[in-house]
Nanobody, 118 residues
Framework: QVQLVESGGGLVPAGGSLRLSCAAS????????MGWFRQAPGKEREFVSS???????IYADSMRGRFTISRDNVKNTVDLQMNSLKPEDTDVYYC????????????WGQGTQVTVSS
């Protein structure tokens, strides 16, 4: 069983920055595919970014260049640095983990709210 706990959400003005962090339990965190997703009420969950065990990353088009995902395999954490935030980035952000490189994501955190004011 893998437990994920997100932190770092909050209220920020447009153009500002936030750094989300996800702490993961599990003895083999190094092998996990880790991802960030976001979801607004009444909308489908949207992929934000992912990072593999070899530190290769993928970003959704609308986040590329503004968001940076990183992982620390000693601390068992995965972070999402979000810069140049826009009001449309307002969502609940979820951390997810897959025990295999290609997924699917089996474990999800409880989410952290990000609100960007205009």
């Amino acid at each position: 069983q893998v437990q994920l706990v997100e932190s770092g959400g909050g209220l920020v003005p447009a153009g500002g920055s936030l750094r989300l962090s996800c702490a993961a339990s599990g003895r083999t965190f190094t092998n996990y595919l880790m991802g960030w997703f976001r979801q607004a009420p009444g909308k489908e969950r949207e992929f934000v970014s992912s990072i593999k065990s070899d530190d290769s990353t993928i970003y959704a088009d609308s986040m590329r260049g503004r968001f940076t995902i990183s992982r620390d395999n000693v601390k068992n954490t995965v972070d999402l640095q979000m810069n140049s935030l826009k009001p449309e980035d307002t969502d609940v952000y979820y951390c997810a983990a897959a025990i295999t490189t290609l997924g699917p994501y089996q474990y999800w955190g409880q989410g952290t709210q990000v609100t960007v004011s205009s």
